[in-house]
Structures are given as C-alpha cells and as structure tokens.
C-alpha cells in the first residue's frame, strides 16, 4: 500500500511539474532572444506588450548585391487619409519610384488585429538563423510603429521582425498574411501618384517620402 501511495505521489508531482513548465513563461538568453525550439505557443505565451495606437507598418527589402531597394509603408498622411506607400529602386537608387495607393479608413486598425492576432509585437524575441545568412542576400522584414506617448513611452516606438529570424513552423503564413493585408490596397483603382526622385533629394528628405517626422525603417 505504501508503495502504490508513493507511486501516486510521485505521479501526481511530475503532473504537477509538467503542469507548471506548460504554462511558464518561456525563458529569453542574455541578448533577450527566446531559447529553445521556436513554436507560435511560446511566442503567445509571452508578456503582451502594451501599445497604444499603432500609426505604421510596412515591409522592406533592400541591401542585395545588385542594390535593389523595396519598401512600403502605411501610415495617415498630413491629411488624415490613409495612405500606402511603395518606394522600389531597381539598382542602387536610380531612379527611386514613389507610388501612393488610398488605402481603408480603417486600414491600421486591420493591421494591428493581425498583429494582436500572432503577438507580432513580440516577435523581436526571435533569433537569428544563422543557417541562413548569406552575404549578398536583401535585408527584409517587416515593421510595426506605436505612438506611446500617452502611456509614458516613445511617440515612435517600433519593433522589426527579421525574415532572417528564427520563425515558428507557422511564421511564414503568418507573414505572408501580414503582407497580403499590407499589400490588398496596391491596385491602379486606389493610385493616387507616381513620381520619381534622385538619390540627393531621397537623402534631402530623409527617408521614405511624404511622411512628417520622417524615422525610416527600424532596424
């Protein structure tokens, strides 16, 4: 009888144990990058971080040998509206295509449900792959920004989430929804103008074109 009270008790404890491990928090390194295999589990499980209104977001890619620049953001113009836009340089910026697309009232708030959706706002936990570096391959990822002004924090708080990163089996389908979302208003219906500009007035301005203050991209 003993014996099986032990059993039991030793039982119920692993439970218990395993019970505990399930439902921790999953443990960052001293870089602050998340250990372990990478599951979408983990990532939810992770102190949500508080925002207040998301005010961009977007996708980059650029830095390949042959200077390929692509970038989009969606961000309110002066105006109020919602404005996506595409800045994309074939080689090393000449000349650099500026499109602007009217994007949903609502556009952000779609953005950010996907966002809430897979905790993207802590995705920067993720490490790098590195078995997938490669010297001359384009720096891309995509990008949140948050006005935490009124929570005490940055106006312009930003994180990236790597495509170089360690991702979750999941992570690709993820991403490509976060692009497909980002990407839905980029049709000739919503053009609103197309221009071009030089690498010095590029500079000049800052960064991607149209958007007061000017950040760039997160890095």
């Not at 000449?94 to 556009?107: F, G, N, Q, S």
């Not at 995705?123 to 009124?150: F, H, K, N, R, Y």
Request: overall charge negative.
């Amino acid at each position: 009888m003993k014996k099986i009270l032990l059993l039991v008790g030793c039982l119920a404890v692993a439970g218990a144990v395993g019970l505990f491990l399930h439902n921790s928090v999953p443990q960052l390194d001293a870089e602050g990058k998340l250990q372990g295999k990478i599951t979408l589990a983990k990532l939810m499980k992770l102190p949500e971080k508080t925002h207040g209104p998301l005010r961009e977001c977007g996708y980059s890619s650029s830095g390949d040998m042959n200077g390929n620049t692509y970038r989009v953001a969606l961000a309110a113009a002066e105006n109020g509206e919602m404005v996506l836009t595409i800045e994309e340089s074939p080689a090393f910026w000449e000349p650099l295509e500026v499109r602007k697309y009217r994007a949903d009232d609502d556009a952000l708030e779609q953005m950010a449900a996907i966002v809430a959706r897979y905790h993207l706002m802590c995705w920067d936990v993720l490490p790098q792959d590195t078995e997938m570096i490669a010297l001359d391959a384009p720096s891309t990822g995509v990008w949140m920004t948050w006005d935490d002004s009124a929570l005490g924090g940055f106006a312009w708080e930003s994180v990236r989430i790597s495509y170089d990163a360690k991702k979750p089996s999941e992570g690709w389908e993820i991403l490509r929804e976060f692009t497909s979302c980002l990407f839905q208003w980029e049709t000739d219906e919503r053009l609103l103008e197309r221009y071009q500009v030089t690498e010095e007035e590029e500079q000049a301005a800052g960064g991607m074109q149209g958007f007061q203050p000017i950040i760039g991209f997160p890095s």
